[in-house]
């Protein structure tokens, strides 16, 4: 692959992604085998983070705007200003190549747009940088409009933050099974093998390479010793409370981490059933089952379709980690910048509603339900579980006492990425009473 095409391949996966077809790792499934796969990843990556940016930056550098039908085009002159601001290739070669590009999108008559529209960045860059610093600070974050007004309407004291760390690479997290090693047997392993690593603050399982590594360098990889999990989601087991001999059920499992690590903190549990409505996701929990020793029920089935998967016997502990914006999970998929709209909350908390509602009959009375999403919006957290609670009469809200997180009206927030540490999570629990 040419690196013209890596760049003409990165502005379609753009357009597609403007167009809200897929999403960014499905579409970079497709050329993991190119031999310029690490530029086109960064590429992609980069451009989806720092989109709303560099549209600011290209609509300053056009003397009228393109037409809709040119997304592509579009997306190659932001794939090109991305290069020219954040990568280390030579200038030159950003604006030949991607000039090259333009062959690749069927585009030739382009080369001249291009080419000037990328110099004219050249030779006003220090203007344009200094113009984009005194402009709004919100703006700078490079966020949609909606998401912008929604985080500094419900965080305002903490909003500024959480978007600069939305822009954060994301740390690669590990969790430890200690069913089978200590954290600090771990920590020496990996020192031993040159990889510098710190424990987590927040999890006793969680682990921090200052770099992320292949899996295969981890030590232990093969015999189950240690997964890869943000800290965020290791944080589950002990809410959950679990105990020999309990039932427990994880009502939307895949990729399966969570279950992996139920299994690992409590191995006398009576069962441990995992649901997900994708065969090809619940491949990856059995995968990861397979490879820590692990054994769980698996159903491939719509959690709120109960006469295709339940027997009728209740479980002592509910998993409901709900759809959501993922707005918490940014820094790790920044195409959720492009891919969500306020539009999607709405349907969003409807689906939430009705796998509390379906789900709730499965608890057995004094069991637990932890309703969990990746999410940092009040309408899907703390007013979801609020509107489920004036709904039935038996739902208990439990106060969870911790020091981490910020306490909400109902359950605890994780906000994304503080000091580059666990991603946007929040966690309520709810207690079925007689």
């Known amino acids: 692959m040419s690196a013209s095409n890596s760049r003409a391949i990165a502005a379609n996966i753009l357009s597609k992604l403007v167009a809200g077809k897929g999403s960014l790792t499905t579409q970079l499934s497709n050329y993991k085998d190119l031999t310029d796969y690490t530029l086109l990843q960064e590429t992609c990556f980069g451009s989806c983070r720092w989109f709303h940016l560099l549209e600011i ?30 990568l280390s290739v030579p200038d030159y070669a950003v604006i030949n190549e991607a000039v090259a590009a333009t062959r690749s999108l069927g585009k030739p008559w382009a080369k001249a747009l291009v080419n000037a529209v990328l110099r004219n960045y050249l030779r006003r860059r220090e203007e344009i940088e200094q113009t984009l610093t005194d402009s709004d600070k919100l703006a700078l974050l490079s966020h949609p409009a909606w998401l912008l007004k929604a985080v500094s309407q419900q965080w305002p004291g903490q909003a500024l933050q959480i978007l600069a760390n939305n822009n954060l690479r994301p740390p690669m997290t590990l969790r430890v099974n200690l069913a089978k090693k200590s954290r600090n047997e771990m920590l020496g392993l990996l020192a031993e093998a040159k990889i510098q690593a710190t424990a987590g603050n927040l999890a006793e399982s969680a682990i921090y390479l200052a770099a992320p590594v292949s899996i295969g360098e981890l030590p232990g990889w093969q015999d189950g010793w240690l997964s890869v999990q943000d800290e965020a989601s290791q944080l589950v087991p002990g ?12 009502a939307c499992a895949a990729p399966g981490g969570k279950t992996c690590h139920i299994l690992e903190s409590e191995p006398a549990l009576a069962s441990c059933v995992a649901l997900d409505i994708s065969a090809q996701r619940l491949e990856r929990i059995e ?6 020793g692990l054994t769980a029920d698996l159903y491939v089935a719509d959690a709120t379709q109960i006469g295709d998967w339940w027997n009728r016997e209740q479980f002592d502990r509910v998993l409901l980690d709900a759809p959501c914006s993922a707005t918490g999970v940014i820094r790790r998929h920044p195409d959720i910048k492009l891919l969500r ?5 709405g349907s969003l908390v409807s689906s939430q509603q009705q796998l509390l509602r379906t789900l709730w009959p499965t608890l057995k009375p004094g069991g637990l339900l932890l309703y969990t999403t990746c999410s940092i919006l009040r309408q899907e957290n703390e007013d979801s579980v609020n509107q489920f609670l004036q709904s039935v009469a038996n739902a208990k809200y439990r106060g969870i006492t911790a020091d981490w997180g910020v306490e909400c009206s109902l359950g605890r927030q994780l906000l994304s990425g503080k000091n580059n540490g666990p991603d946007g999570f929040f966690y309520c629990v709810l207690e079925k009473v007689c």
């Open 57 to 86: 930056i290209l609509d300053s550098l056009l003397s009228k705007a393109l037409k809709k039908k040119e997304t592509d085009l579009k997306c190659l002159l932001l794939v090109g200003l991305y290069q020219l601001r954040e």
């Open 239 to 250: 809410l959950l409370q679990l105990a020999p001999g309990m039932r427990v059920l994880d």
């Open 287 to 292: 995968e990861n089952l397979l490879r820590l």
């Open 341 to 345: 709209s306020e539009h999607d909350i």
